[in-house]
């Protein structure tokens, strides 16, 4: 079972969840994440996706907060799906000393960058504030560990796609987790780019 094999204190949580047995896709999923590969994760709508992607992060990021500069960014498709992505996200995390932060589009630049300079551990948002931001130098990327991409078929839209192109271009060495519910053509694309020898796992 791929929960036995987790950090401690993400146990703890999904014991106090009451969350005892991992969906199929978990089960095929967490270890392939954990081994640190880029990775494409298809499975439909409620296969457990979402909770793996926080759990995988948290458990990469050893469930601590650590220096000031964001170790995991998440990228979503529109704001509302931020927020409440953080919300959930909020849910794991609050037992330990995690700091999760959400780019609120809604708010200014100036606001955001300053807030994200305090510390962070993982930033949530929309591609098209955070490639202001990184054009802003508002993220600093030098510890960066993980990107993951939620629910990827907003990337279809050339807005989004381009904007999440410039800001893998702008990071140097991590692993990128893509989360579908299918294996869309355009996301085989990405093979020659940032998603270098990635692994597929399939339900």
Avoid: W
């Avoid at 954990?34 to 494409?40: E, P, Q, R, T, V």
């Amino acid at each position: 079972m791929p929960f036995k094999k987790l950090h401690s204190e993400i146990k703890e949580v999904l014991e106090s969840l009451e969350i005892s047995t991992p969906t199929s896709f978990q089960s095929k999923s967490i270890a392939a994440i954990k081994s640190g590969a880029n990775i494409f994760c298809i499975a439909p709508e409620n296969s457990g996706k979402t909770t793996t992607l926080i759990l995988t992060a948290m458990q990469k990021l050893k469930c601590e907060e650590i220096g000031t500069a964001p170790r995991a960014i998440i990228l979503v498709g529109d704001n509302e799906k931020a927020k409440a992505l953080y919300e959930t996200f909020v849910t794991y995390t609050r037992r330990t000393s995690l700091r999760v932060y959400v780019c609120d589009e809604k708010l200014h630049i100036d606001m955001l960058k300053s807030e994200i300079f305090e510390g962070s551990d993982v930033l949530i948002g929309t591609t098209k504030i955070m490639n202001k931001l990184f054009l802003l130098n508002g993220v600093n990327t030098t510890q960066l560990k993980m990107m993951c991409i939620d629910d990827a078929g907003f990337l279809n839209q050339k807005t989004p796609l381009t904007a999440m192109m410039a800001i893998t271009q702008s990071i140097t060495k991590c692993q990128f987790v893509i989360y579908s519910d299918k294996m869309h053509p355009f996301l085989k694309k990405f093979e020659s780019y940032f998603m270098k020898h990635a692994r597929t796992i399939a339900m």
